[in-house]
């Protein structure tokens, strides 16, 4: 009898217990793609700031999705990029380098998980405030770790 209270008693303790992990994230993923068609492509990244922060990222390297970061402090998060692209240019194609501009504005909500797992913050309502994106295709309003991108570029 003590033993099946107590194993009892375990399970019901366990069940309270949440598990630590998150599935919310502040990383905004934006996704490469031809034109008006649903064929992924990459661009070259070239340089890569967040507003009121330093350049994130100055290089050459490929990507077909751009993990971008929410300032987690703030409602807002404006991104500016340079990128080298394939540009279709009357019957060809060119490679020229566009500079492009992104503003995300977003709600956060918080929850204390558990007093040991601390602070869960969620980023809800993400919304392009602006752009100079020619075409583009908002897919999802949360950053959490089930979305694979939220906004689709189309170049």
């Known amino acids: ?12 303790s366990a069940c309270e217990v949440e598990d ?5 994230s502040n990383d905004l ?4 793609f031809e034109d008006d068609s649903s064929r992924m492509k990459n661009v070259r990244l070239t340089w890569l700031e967040t507003v009121g922060n330093p350049v994130i990222f100055q290089g050459d390297s490929s990507v077909g999705i751009l993990r971008l970061q929410v300032n987690p402090a703030t409602n807002e998060t404006i991104f500016n990029m340079r990128y ?18 992104l503003k995300v504005t977003y709600d956060r909500r918080q929850r204390i998980i558990t007093p040991e797992c601390g ?6 309502n993400v919304t392009i405030d602006s752009t100079n994106f020619i075409a583009y ?6 950053l959490d770790i089930f979305n694979r991108h939220q906004i689709e570029i189309f170049q």
């Open 1 to 12: 009898m003590v033993m099946a209270w107590l194993a009892v008693l375990g399970f019901l």
């Open 20 to 24: 630590c992990r998150s599935t919310h």
């Open 29 to 32: 993923n934006l996704r490469f």
């Open 84 to 101: 080298l692209d394939s540009v279709r240019v009357g019957n060809r194609r060119e490679l020229q380098e566009l500079s492009r501009y």
């Open 119 to 124: 602070v869960e913050q969620a980023f809800v």
């Open 137 to 142: 295709r908002q897919v999802a309003r949360s």
